[in-house]
């Protein structure tokens, strides 16, 4: 015991490795469908993508950690930060696909996402070494969900996990129409009457939910407002989700929305636990994925002061950051609408 830590943050000995290489990270990934070449420069790095044989190949020109190198060369390890990395392009590269698909008319075409990926590779321009993780990710199936899936299967929720694989697949706007299709099936199931706002409303009040949550309700009204407001503009007025961190988070903040939403007295405890289980498996999946594990981010993290840090030791203070967390910035919003 004596050989632990003060203290320990995720990717603490690769951000503080003051030894560093340059690389070319090339991501092999799966591909039906042919793509025209293309480059971006990134923060930056040099980003490409190329067709080699069937593959679809990005190559990402950065700097790195020469620990984070030398454990994917002798040990396979690091493979999570290589997705970190992978996450901040990703919107960039989605961008370019979406392009191509719309201007080609090529039906197959999609957004790609960590989970095409079937190989890394990390080059050090230097040495020439080479260091490769093969293999796809693969999740085994999650015992609490599978357990409560049978006796819990409603349309709601068929559409509330619709939501999240769509945006865990980076499709975004389908991301956006299944959260709303989710709620207006649990409107339809408890035979709300009224407009869609009416029946938010109705369903948010005081008479489905804690009391203590009642003074956050309005956050909850507000995001999924919106979100009906980005659904109606995608289905009826022309609107198209760009590939950006804002229209990502804004799907995030949707799912962890409904979360709360179906934390109500309709709803028996095990469907709740239902829900739970899939939000757990949803975080923890994007979480492996997302800028998270990109080291990155977790350098720029630390330039946060502890004092800014809020310290949370009373379940109202708990609730008040959990709910203000959720709120869906006003910013975000006309960002979205005015793209």
């Known amino acids: 015991m004596d050989d632990l830590p003060e203290s320990y943050y995720v990717g603490q000995e690769y951000v503080e490795d003051t030894n560093r290489i340059e690389a070319i ?189 009642s003074p956050y309700m309005n956050i909850l009204i507000s995001n999924m407002t919106f979100i009906y407001k980005l659904r109606n503009k995608i289905v009826h007025d022309e609107l198209r989700v760009n590939y950006t961190h804002e229209w990502a988070a804004i799907c995030d903040w949707g799912i962890g929305t409904l979360f709360y939403i179906y934390q109500n007295n309709l709803n028996k405890q095990e469907v709740i636990n239902y829900i739970m289980s899939l939000v757990m498996q949803n975080n923890l999946i994007k979480n492996y994925t997302s800028c998270l594990q990109n080291l990155d981010r977790i350098e720029e993290d630390l330039k946060i002061k502890d004092n800014d840090i809020p310290i949370l030791d009373t379940q109202d203070k708990i609730d008040k950051h959990m709910f203000q967390g959720l709120r869906i910035p006003e910013m975000v919003k006309q960002t979205v609408l005015n793209e």
């Not at 990270?25 to 930056?44: G, K, R």
């Not at 997705?83 to 696909?97: K, V």
């Not at 991301?175 to 099936?185: A, V, Y």
Request: some cysteine; glycine content about 4%; proline content about 2%.
């Open 25 to 213: 990270i090339s991501y092999f990934l799966y591909s039906n469908v042919f793509l025209s070449p293309f480059e971006f420069i990134f923060n930056d790095y040099k980003v490409r993508a190329i067709h080699n044989g069937t593959d679809f190949v990005i190559l990402y020109e950065r700097i790195i950690s020469q620990k984070l190198f030398e454990n994917v060369l002798r040990e396979g390890r690091g493979k999570n930060f290589l997705y970190g990395y992978f996450h901040d392009i990703l919107f960039s590269i989605n961008t370019e696909i979406s392009k191509q698909k719309y201007l080609s008319g090529h039906v197959l075409n999609r957004p790609i996402s960590c989970f095409d990926v079937k190989e890394i590779t990390v080059f050090d321009k230097l040495t020439a070494n080479t260091g490769v993780i093969k293999g796809p990710l693969i999740f085994d199936s999650f015992p609490k969900a599978k357990e409560l899936a049978i006796s819990n299967d409603h349309i709601f929720i068929r559409e509330y996990i619709d939501a999240c694989t769509a945006y865990l697949y980076n499709n975004l706007d389908e991301c956006i129409r299944k959260q709303i299709t989710s709620l207006e099936n649990f409107f339809l199931l408890h035979r709300f009457k009224g407009t869609f706002n009416q029946k938010l409303c109705d369903l948010l009040s005081a008479k489905y939910h804690m009391s203590n949550w």
